[in-house]
């Protein structure tokens, strides 16, 4: 390791006695959130091979959502598994100090400095608090900070998934938490078909609608939250037969398969960015199982990849979290001091980039990596395991 990537190494770990990363879930995690930059991105500054990429960014957030579902999945299954049950205390004081902090300083930026916000408009405060601006989001009204539906999204996932999987751990066998996996990701494209034909079925009032009523809610965009927590309880629960029927030989040309295939189907629906009925129902699918099939290739290649030189990926993937917070914002504030005219081609493409990634490493230096170290001060001290805890209270 040359002295660069022990730098970076140093640098984005998030805690004094943890640089050993994942790097299959890195590559997907980096690529992700490039790929949503590359959607915000201004139209001046799309030279032409941006061009080729930037209608596919908006796939960036179905890749976050799969790894959410398979690393917040396996962290709970981990502890059904260990017969530990679920700790809900530990496990939201864990997410709280992952998200809420970056989250809040950005979202109080927004509402502090006017020049800082990129929308006219932004919804109530509480609507933020609760996580809940993802419903009934209408860009056209409330343009600001819209990024922060996902959160939303995410938010609602950890509220739902330790009761469910505490449920689900009280039945035998593989049935119930298949069947499910299975209504939420057909019951999604049901639901997606249901709304295109009824309350967005008018041409004029779209995108707005669609984007309202079928790309932000949280009960729309749970096919990649779900087959992440799928393949999470299968490697699990089932390592061997994973090992013996999904092997990277066939995960890994079956997830290219299906990420061509996503490329494709986007490319033919009626304007290249899935807001059409083809993207509502398949599409979103379409796109998590690519990502689901490649995530468990990497996963069974991480010894090969950890011989790689690829801190700099990891460098990326530590700040994806802070570039989504920022990016757009920083672009805005970027384009009103220097305009159009100056950022232009590569130029633009170059200092807009600069400054994200100027903005992301000071939001997690000063914010994000200091509060995941008091996080892990903070869940260190000793947690009665919750058959102890049982036995202290009687």
């Not at 890749?63 to 530990?84: E, M």
Request: proline share 8%.
């Amino acid at each position: 390791m040359n002295a660069v990537s022990r730098a970076l190494v140093a640098l984005f770990a998030p805690s004094r006695d943890q640089h050993r990363r994942a790097y299959g879930p890195d590559l997907l995690r980096a690529a992700a959130i490039l790929l949503v930059m590359a959607w915000h991105m201004p139209k001046p500054a799309r030279p032409e091979p941006l061009l080729t990429v930037q209608p596919f960014g908006w796939l960036g957030v179905d890749v976050f959502f799969v790894l959410s579902g398979y690393l917040i999945g396996a962290q709970l299954l981990k502890g059904i598994a260990a017969g530990n049950g679920v700790d809900f205390k530990r496990f939201w004081t864990s997410r709280a100090f992952r998200i809420l902090p970056a989250f809040l300083v950005v979202l109080a930026l927004y509402f502090l400095l006017p020049g800082f916000s990129d929308g006219k408009a932004i919804q109530p405060l509480w609507r933020f608090l609760t996580f809940t601006m993802n419903v009934g989001l209408d860009y056209r009204v409330t343009g600001a900070f819209t990024s922060a539906w996902s959160l939303c999204v995410e938010e609602h996932f950890y509220w739902i998934l330790p009761p469910l999987v505490l449920l689900l751990a009280r039945f035998r066998g593989w049935g119930p938490s298949v069947a499910v996996g299975a209504a939420l990701i057909l019951g999604g494209m049901a639901l997606r078909w249901g709304i295109w034909h009824g309350p967005a079925a008018d041409p004029s009032t779209r995108p707005a609608d669609f984007l309202r009523l079928i790309y932000y809610p949280t009960w729309t965009r749970l096919d990649g939250l779900a087959l992440g927590v799928l393949l999470a309880a299968a490697r699990i629960f089932r390592p061997a037969r994973v090992a013996r029927w999904l092997p990277p030989t066939i995960t890994g040309p079956l997830g290219l398969a299906a990420a061509v295939a996503t490329v494709i189907l986007c490319l033919r629906t009626a304007d290249g960015v899935a807001l059409d009925l083809t993207g509502a129902v398949f599409l979103y699918p379409l796109a998590c199982l690519a990502t689901t099939l490649l995530l468990c290739a990497l996963l069974d290649l991480e010894p090969a990849l950890q011989r790689l030189p690829l801190q700099p990926v990891t460098a990326v993937a530590t700040l994806a979290y802070s570039l989504y917070l920022v990016h757009k914002p920083v672009q805005h504030m970027l384009r009103e001091a220097l305009g159009d005219a100056v950022l232009r081609g590569w130029t633009g493409l170059g200092a807009y980039l600069a400054a994200d990634f100027a903005a992301a490493v000071l939001l997690w230096l000063l914010i994000e990596r200091p509060f995941l170290r008091l996080r892990e001060r903070v869940l260190r001290k000793p947690v009665p395991a919750p058959a102890e805890e049982m036995k202290q209270a009687a």
